[in-house]
């Protein structure tokens, strides 16, 4: 079964840096999904980015950018010029590329706290 | 993005009495829906995947004549906690998937309080 670890339950950053939230999966699949959603307070999760596993170049949106290391099975989110607004529980999760499989595993989340 | 509601956001219920959450995908036909429990500060729990037109898998442990989840059409899918408990109370999230997609899209959530 695939696994997703978020490392850091929690993370700071001072608005306007930059921070990095980790995370790491287990699979023995060549071709899945990786996604990081963000839930704010409101609790909504929203889709932040997604990367397919068969491609090399890393996803970015706009301040969202992940470094993908699929050898090392290492998906982490880099959000730069942080604003308030950022302030949100993350969560990395993982889909198997195979239809039949639907459903994603989610990591445990990384509460960023960003610093005015 | 696609849009996906949830009804109520909020209900509050007396113990023994049942309660029925509905998930709509507004904009997209989701041949897929997935229902998760969210205690505060933790991860999403996945509960149950739900196809249209057959019966939904649950995970293990979760009790699947507690928590019927019936998905009659392409946009919509209901959770009905049958004879809740105070220990039922938690914030649950659908969540729906097209079949040629690969992103789930989620609703805003519904917390229940059972009292």
């Known amino acids: 079964a695939q696994t997703v670890t978020q490392s850091q339950p929690e993370m700071s950053v001072q608005e306007a840096e930059t921070v990095t939230l980790s995370c790491t999966y287990d699979?023995?699949?060549?071709?899945?999904?990786l996604f990081w959603y963000k839930q704010p307070p409101s609790r909504q999760m929203i889709l932040v980015i997604r990367?397919?596993?068969?491609?090399?170049q890393n996803a970015t949106e706009n301040r969202f950018s992940v470094n993908f290391q699929k050898a090392a099975k290492s998906f982490s989110l880099k959000i730069s010029d942080s604003q308030l607004g950022d302030a949100a529980m993350y969560f990395c999760?993982?889909?198997?590329?195979?239809?039949?499989?639907?459903?994603?595993?989610f990591g445990d989340g990384t509460t960023l706290t960003v610093k005015p | 993005g696609a849009v996906v509601s949830q009804h109520p956001s909020r209900v509050i219920c007396k113990s023994g009495t049942s309660v029925k959450i509905e998930c709509r995908s507004l904009?997209?036909?989701?041949?897929?829906m997935f229902w998760y429990r969210q205690f505060p500060k933790q991860s999403l729990m996945l509960m149950a995947t739900?196809?249209?037109?057959?019966?939904?898998?649950?995970e293990q442990g979760v009790e699947k004549d507690k928590f019927l989840i019936n998905h009659a059409s392409l946009t919509l899918s209901t959770l009905t906690v049958t004879s809740a408990h105070p220990e039922d109370s938690s914030f649950y999230i659908c969540?729906?998937?097209?079949?040629?997609?690969?992103?789930?899209?989620f609703g805003p959530g519904t917390r229940l309080t059972v009292l």
């Open positions: 969540s729906a998937r097209t079949e040629a997609g690969d992103t789930q899209y």
């Open positions: 699979t023995s699949e060549s071709d899945y999904y």
């Open positions: 990367q397919e596993a068969y491609k090399q």
């Open positions: 999760a993982y889909r198997s590329a195979i239809r039949t499989i639907g459903k994603s595993t």
């Open positions: 904009d997209f036909q989701a041949t897929t």
């Open positions: 739900s196809n249209e037109g057959s019966k939904a898998t649950y």
